[in-house]
């Protein structure tokens, strides 16, 4: 388990303890996806939460207008989470914490994550299908797909559902041509 795993599980543990224990693990999870929206696509929020320049108090009051007054955030546990980390200076652990509890929570739920990559945007009916597809792959009761959109491919697309991958698009089949006929030459 590397490093950054092993301080961040324990807080992401005691997170889906408390979710488990209080029935709002469901909403926890919508909290941690949306942190990490945030969190992730925002480098002047990490790095002003991640700054030890400034104190823990003034880092409680910016995360309080931040994600509770601007609903971010709607579980308790998930805000008292983020002060607790202020107040540990371990706030540039946010987006590892709240992945392990994803990851955390979907191993408690049996939901397979894919991520997909599509040549093009799918349909909502091409979703579901591909959602039912991979749920049979993965042999679990629900999946989550995060799908995005890959002109490269030309065509198709690539599933990942953990370390196995199913490669469907046209680029890769042209690449598997191309390999196949530089071994006959």
């Known amino acids: 388990m590397p490093l950054l795993n092993t301080i961040a599980t324990p ?3 005691a997170l889906l303890q408390i979710g488990n224990q209080q029935g709002t693990s469901d909403d926890l999870a919508a909290d941690a996806e949306a942190v990490l ?3 992730t696509t925002s480098d002047l929020l990490r790095d002003a939460l991640g700054s030890p320049i400034l104190e823990p ?3 409680k009051a910016v995360i309080t207008a931040l994600f509770q007054e601007k609903d971010v955030v709607q579980q308790a546990a ?3 989470l983020l002060k607790l980390l202020a107040d540990r200076q371990r706030l540039s ?4 914490i709240f992945e392990r509890f994803l990851e955390l929570y979907r191993k408690a739920k049996g939901i397979a994550l894919a991520q997909v990559t599509s040549a093009t945007r799918l349909t909502p009916e091409q ?5 039912q597809k991979v749920q049979a792959m993965a042999g679990s009761a629900a999946v989550e797909c995060s799908i995005t959109v890959d002109p490269s491919l030309i065509g198709g697309l690539i599933v990942r559902i953990g ?3 199913v490669d469907a698009s046209l680029a890769g089949q042209v690449r598997r041509l191309g390999l ?3 071994k006959a030459t």
């Open 37 to 39: 929206e945030l969190w």
């Open 78 to 80: 998930s805000l008292n």
């Open 57 to 59: 108090d003034t880092k």
């Open 11 to 13: 807080y992401a543990e």
């Open 163 to 165: 370390s196995q991958v």
């Open 127 to 131: 979703e579901n299908q591909l959602k």
């Open 180 to 182: 196949s006929l530089a």
């Open 93 to 96: 652990l946010t987006g590892a």
